[in-house]
């Protein structure tokens, strides 16, 4: 909400549509096109255990399934917004909605974990024609006195959505299938497009031309980069292959940047990061992202797998976190227009460092009252950085880029929570496989090989115990204790270095300055 009401005060010079449609109806068909994006970010966490076992995925497989969505989400926004301008905001709108509804049926009618994986990127490039073009289309349905309340409603929708994920998921799950997390998206995309078909208007912007070599170049770097990250505990962080796929990720960064100071019109402008404030916005986005990502992807494997769980108690596990991001939200947008966004910027961080180190305490045994402090102070502290990085990055970019801002914003988000799940899962297999030997011999089991050690540190990482078939019900007891202690060595090494992280964004704050919110607004350095 706080994104699109500050992208609404940054765009003063844009030229005002007429209301048009219905607005209550628009209202609905932008919620729900929305909603089904934040939802699938959610429950695919909960899913993850199901989807493994079902389709025989490894560790790197399923964090594929999330690391895929989020990567087309982020490298796909920004070009988005501009087909939006280009070809109207309601013509991108029903394409992401048509197409989001088409991959999610294609992802439950997956009969292998490849499949399943290629139909998750391109949901989340659907998904991405969604968010870019839905501040256009409430813009040109509501009047202006009105609007504000439209977004409020709008965000309230999204935020209600992304703590409901966790449940729905769990319910959905439990009750019927991993698969219908994802069938539940037809019948709401249905909805959705026909509503949208009739009361949404075509509004356009200025024609602009496309950065394709810039969209190919950004893609391949963070392909490259995360790959790398996800395939080195398996193919060692020496091995040619690891160290060719990082330098082929720097090479395409350095490129991208070559070409997009040389684009006509380039996808990202990176005059943009000649501002201080909106340059630390964009990197305490993408930490903080880094480690809420990356924890909500392991907690879900600690809950089910080590602590037996159900998927729906696993939702209500987390739901905590959810809903202290649904109060601490609003509470952050009242301090930050009260305080300026930098002492709320530095106090959230804060929070959330302390909450990863508390769920470091976290072992074999352990309930609801055991999670339920960190949850809190994690959401808390998260909230004040959606907030506030959303308001110095669009509120400190000039008039005419507010919409690559809001669309950069959402960009560091994804590619934080990619980062998080694979850069925190390499660290955590690379744990799991130098304590699994130890764990046996504490047990009283014989020190496994360390080929045989590579053969399973990426089974006991999805906090799986790798208990051959007919082994006796009292060694398989203690098979399973040692992986699991292994499994939490690892989780707690996630933890400790997603604390880190997180003391790192704090000190970030302190270079932040509030944006303009007033027409010709221009960068501040």
Same mark, same amino acid.
């Given at each position: 909400?706080?994104?699109?009401?500050?992208?609404?005060?940054?765009?003063?010079?844009?030229?005002?549509?007429?209301?048009?449609?219905?607005?209550?109806?628009?209202? +609905?068909?932008?919620?729900?096109?929305?909603?089904?994006?934040?939802?699938?970010?959610?429950?695919?966490?909960?899913?993850?255990?199901?989807?493994?076992?079902?389709?025989?995925?490894? +560790?790197?497989?399923?964090?594929?399934?999330?690391?895929?969505?989020?990567?087309?989400?982020?490298?796909?926004?920004?070009?988005?917004?501009?087909?939006?301008?280009?070809?109207?905001?309601?013509?991108?709108?029903?394409?992401?909605?048509?197409?989001?509804?088409?991959?999610?049926?294609?992802?439950?009618?997956?009969?292998?974990?490849?499949?399943? #994986?290629?139909?998750?990127?391109?949901?989340?490039?659907?998904?991405?024609?969604?968010?870019?073009?839905?501040?256009?289309?409430?813009?040109?349905?509501?009047?202006?006195?009105?609007?504000?309340?439209?977004?409020?409603?709008?965000?309230?929708?999204?935020?209600?959505?992304?703590?409901?994920?966790?449940?729905?998921?769990?319910?959905?799950?439990?009750?019927?299938?991993?698969?219908?997390?994802?069938?539940?998206?037809?019948?709401?995309?249905?909805?959705?497009?026909? #509503?949208?078909?009739?009361?949404? &208007?075509?509004?356009?912007?200025?024609?602009?031309?496309?950065? %394709?070599?810039?969209?190919?170049?950004?893609?391949?770097?963070?392909?490259?980069?995360?790959?790398?990250?996800?395939?080195?505990?398996?193919?060692?962080?020496?091995?040619?292959?690891? #160290?060719?796929?990082?330098?082929?990720?720097?090479?395409?960064?350095?490129?991208?940047?070559?070409?997009?100071?040389?684009?006509?019109?380039?996808?990202?402008?990176?005059?943009?990061?000649?501002? %201080?404030?909106?340059?630390?916005?964009?990197?305490?986005?993408?930490?903080?992202?880094?480690?809420?990502?990356?924890?909500?992807?392991?907690?879900?494997?600690?809950?089910?797998?080590?602590?037996?769980?159900?998927?729906?108690?696993?939702?209500?596990?987390?739901?905590?976190?959810?809903?202290?991001?649904?109060?601490?939200?609003?509470?952050?947008?009242?301090?930050?227009?009260?305080?300026?966004? &930098?002492?709320?910027?530095?106090?959230?961080?804060?929070?959330?460092?302390?909450?990863? +180190?508390?769920?470091?305490?976290?072992?074999?045994?352990?309930?609801?009252?055991?999670?339920?402090?960190?949850?809190?102070?994690?959401?808390?502290? +998260?909230?004040?950085?959606?907030?506030?990085?959303?308001?110095?990055?669009?509120?400190?970019?000039?008039?005419?880029?507010?919409?690559?801002?809001?669309?950069?914003?959402?960009?560091?988000?994804?590619?934080?929570?990619?980062?998080?799940?694979?850069?925190?899962?390499?660290?955590?297999?690379?744990? %799991?496989?130098?304590?699994?030997?130890?764990?046996?011999?504490?047990?009283?089991?014989?020190?496994?090989?360390?080929?045989?050690?590579?053969?399973?540190?990426?089974?006991?990482?999805?906090?799986?115990?790798?208990?051959?078939?007919?082994?006796?019900?009292?060694?398989?007891?203690?098979?399973?204790?040692?992986?699991?202690?292994?499994?939490?060595?690892?989780?707690?090494?996630?933890?400790?270095?997603?604390?880190?992280?997180?003391?790192?964004?704090?000190?970030?704050?302190?270079?932040?300055?509030?944006? &303009?919110?007033?027409?010709?607004?221009?960068?501040?350095?």
């Amino acid at each position: 909400m706080t994104q699109a009401a500050t992208a609404v005060q940054a765009s003063g010079k844009a030229k005002e549509a007429k209301p048009g449609g219905s607005p209550a109806l628009t209202l +609905l068909a932008v919620a729900l096109g929305v909603i089904m994006v934040t939802l699938d970010g959610t429950v695919v966490a909960v899913a993850n255990p199901s989807i493994g076992a079902d389709l025989n995925a490894s +560790l790197a497989d399923l964090q594929w399934v999330t690391n895929g969505y989020l990567l087309a989400l982020a490298v796909f926004l920004i070009t988005a917004g501009k087909l939006g301008d280009r070809f109207g905001h309601k013509t991108i709108f029903l394409t992401g909605i048509a197409g989001f509804a088409v991959t999610s049926l294609a992802i439950g009618l997956s009969s292998g974990i490849t499949m399943l #994986i290629a139909m998750r990127v391109l949901q989340g490039v659907f998904g991405a024609m969604l968010q870019p073009t839905a501040l256009g289309l409430l813009r040109s349905a509501f009047p202006a006195e009105k609007l504000n309340m439209a977004l409020g409603i709008w965000g309230a929708a999204i935020a209600s959505s992304t703590a409901a994920g966790p449940i729905v998921g769990g319910l959905l799950v439990e009750h019927y299938s991993w698969q219908s997390v994802f069938y539940i998206n037809v019948p709401v995309g249905i909805i959705a497009f026909a #509503i949208g078909l009739k009361v949404l &208007r075509n509004q356009r912007g200025e024609k602009s031309g496309f950065d %394709v070599p810039g969209i190919l170049l950004l893609s391949g770097a963070m392909f490259a980069v995360v790959y790398g990250i996800i395939k080195a505990p398996s193919w060692g962080w020496g091995d040619t292959r690891t #160290i060719g796929l990082f330098a082929a990720a720097v090479a395409l960064f350095a490129a991208f940047v070559w070409w997009e100071n040389r684009a006509a019109e380039p996808l990202l402008p990176l005059g943009l990061f000649r501002s %201080v404030s909106i340059s630390v916005g964009t990197i305490m986005m993408l930490l903080v992202a880094f480690g809420m990502f990356g924890a909500l992807f392991f907690l879900t494997f600690y809950m089910q797998s080590v602590h037996g769980l159900s998927p729906v108690d696993s939702g209500l596990r987390l739901l905590p976190m959810m809903l202290a991001m649904m109060v601490g939200s609003p509470i952050a947008g009242i301090m930050i227009t009260k305080l300026g966004p &930098r002492i709320p910027l530095i106090a959230g961080p804060l929070l959330a460092a302390g909450a990863f +180190l508390g769920l470091t305490t976290l072992g074999l045994t352990g309930g609801f009252t055991d999670t339920l402090p960190w949850f809190v102070m994690l959401g808390l502290g +998260l909230s004040p950085v959606f907030v506030g990085a959303t308001d110095i990055i669009v509120g400190n970019a000039p008039v005419s880029m507010a919409g690559v801002a809001s669309g950069l914003q959402n960009s560091a988000m994804q590619v934080g929570g990619a980062l998080g799940t694979a850069v925190l899962g390499a660290l955590m297999t690379a744990r %799991v496989g130098s304590s699994l030997s130890g764990h046996f011999t504490e047990v009283g089991l014989p020190a496994p090989g360390d080929a045989a050690v590579d053969q399973m540190k990426e089974i006991v990482a999805a906090g799986i115990a790798p208990v051959p078939p007919g082994t006796e019900p009292a060694v398989a007891e203690l098979i399973s204790k040692a992986s699991h202690l292994a499994f939490i060595d690892g989780m707690h090494l996630a933890f400790y270095v997603a604390a880190v992280v997180s003391l790192v964004a704090a000190g970030l704050g302190l270079f932040v300055k509030a944006g &303009r919110k007033v027409e010709g607004a221009v960068v501040h350095v």
